[in-house]
């Protein structure tokens, strides 16, 4: 119980609430509504177990990197706090876990479970030889509204592409601001990000350009699903919180970077999720004309 304490702490279990709400946005979509308990709790498990493997691997694989940065040194492999077999135990854990409940949704579904592993677990690979390793972890969570789309439904739905893009580039915009904060390690050790390719001014304005691109993407899906008003005052309300979190990140002050990384994240993804429940509950309304 101990090391499984560990683990969780490792892993961050909580920060599920980035992809989590919009995963569930794309459950609903599919069902119009209420899919029922037993798809709910499939694509829950399956969305945690999946982003819980792909956290354990990245850092099984990068335990060696974190013990060299003094910002990562802490963590509980580097640290000696887990060992890595144990570590791996919960990987695989996890693994069967999630294509358990792809097999018990539907054919479709198992079917891609192996694509979705590829690119969750394969992003801790990436900064070894790409800067644009930011966009394939905004992918690997991007996926999560289109994987719960297929869940309910066993297709692919044009709509939930659009909020795949979205938080695609949600995800990538906001990992460069936290990258922010390795700049100058990663040179050293010559591993590749965009801080540590452009510098942090670039950086931070390629981040602003994705975030532009995540608003546009969320009224696009708003557009496409034929969403009532309040869906769009949602995707304005991530626009204003997604311009606060630019504007608290300097390339000289770097002080407020995890209140923007975690804290405002969280505000966003939650309130997207309200806002498509409310337009939800507008459409599908008996009062409406």
């Known amino acids: 119980m101990k090391s499984l304490k560990i683990f969780l702490e490792m892993v961050k279990i909580e920060h599920s609430i980035f992809a989590l709400p919009f995963a569930l946005i794309g459950m609903m979509w599919a069902a119009n509504g209420w899919p029922g308990w037993e ?33 990562t040194a802490m963590r509980a492999i580097p640290a000696g706090l887990l060992a890595p077999s ?4 919960y990987l695989v854990l996890s693994i069967v876990i999630f294509v358990t409940a792809a097999a018990m ?21 990436t900064k070894r030889f790409t800067w644009l390793c930011h966009f394939v972890l905004g992918f690997s969570l991007g996926i999560a509204p289109t994987a719960a789309w297929i869940g309910v439904s066993g297709v692919i739905g044009t709509p939930v592409l659009a909020l795949t893009a979205a938080v695609t580039f949600w995800t990538a915009g906001f990992d460069i601001i936290y990258a922010l904060q390795d700049d100058e390690f990663d040179r050293e050790r010559g591993l590749q990000s965009i801080p540590a390719r452009f510098g942090r001014v670039a950086a931070l304005w390629i981040s602003r350009g994705c975030h532009v691109i995540t608003v546009i993407s ?31 990140v300097k390339p000289n002050d770097l002080s407020k970077v995890n209140m923007a990384f975690f804290t405002l994240n969280g505000y966003v993804s939650i309130g997207v999720f309200l806002f498509a429940l409310l337009d939800l509950w507008q459409r599908q309304s008996p009062l409406k004309p």
């Open 218 to 248: 969320l009224i696009g899906a708003g557009i496409l699903l034929s969403a009532e008003p309040l869906y769009f005052v949602g995707a304005v309300f991530a626009a204003g919180l997604l311009t606060y979190e630019q504007s608290m």
């Open 105 to 125: 949704l539907n054919p479709l579904a198992v079917a891609l479970s192996p694509i979705a592993l590829l690119f969750t677990l394969g992003y801790s690979f």
């Open 39 to 71: 798809k709910f709790g499939l694509i829950v498990v399956a969305m945690v177990s999946c982003r819980t493997a792909a956290m354990a691997f990245n850092r099984i694989v990068d335990r060696h990197i974190d013990a060299e940065n003094p910002r």
């Open 86 to 89: 144990m570590a791996t135990i």
